[in-house]
């Protein structure tokens, strides 16, 4: 089992930055692949970025490539999502996940432990 808790969240103005954080209990999160969701109102929930075990391949949705980057401190059990240059498209809740593979898997389904969401609000 692993427990999840984001942080970070908040309401911004739009070209504002954020940094979310997403704390693992439980078995240690280097045993994973750790990913970042969102989901907008009435939207399903999206893909935004997702990290390998170690840390060191990343992948990412198109249309945050270049303003967000995901990182990770297995030390501190730790994942990152770093949020530049922020749009108000990008409001919604995100969520931390954590996935049993090898794979930098993009699809919610493939994730087997969820946090409880941090709210994103980007105002223009």
């Known amino acids: 089992q692993v427990q999840l808790v984001e942080s970070g969240g908040g309401a911004v103005q739009a070209g504002d930055s954020l940094r979310l954080s997403c704390a693992a209990s439980g078995r240690t999160s280097n045993a994973f692949v750790m990913g970042w969701f969102r989901q907008a109102p009435g939207k399903e929930r999206e893909f935004v970025a997702v990290v390998s075990r170690g840390g060191s391949n990343t992948y990412y949705l198109d249309s945050i490539k270049g303003r967000f980057g995901i990182s990770r401190d297995n030390a501190k059990n730790t994942v990152y999502l770093q949020m530049n240059s922020l749009k108000p498209e990008d409001t919604a809740v995100y969520y931390c996940?954590?996935?049993?593979?090898?794979?930098?898997?993009?699809?919610?389904?493939?994730?087997?432990?969820w946090g409880q969401g941090t709210q994103v609000t980007v105002s223009s």
């Open positions: 996940a954590a996935a049993n593979t090898i794979r930098l898997v993009t699809t919610p389904r493939e994730y087997s432990y």
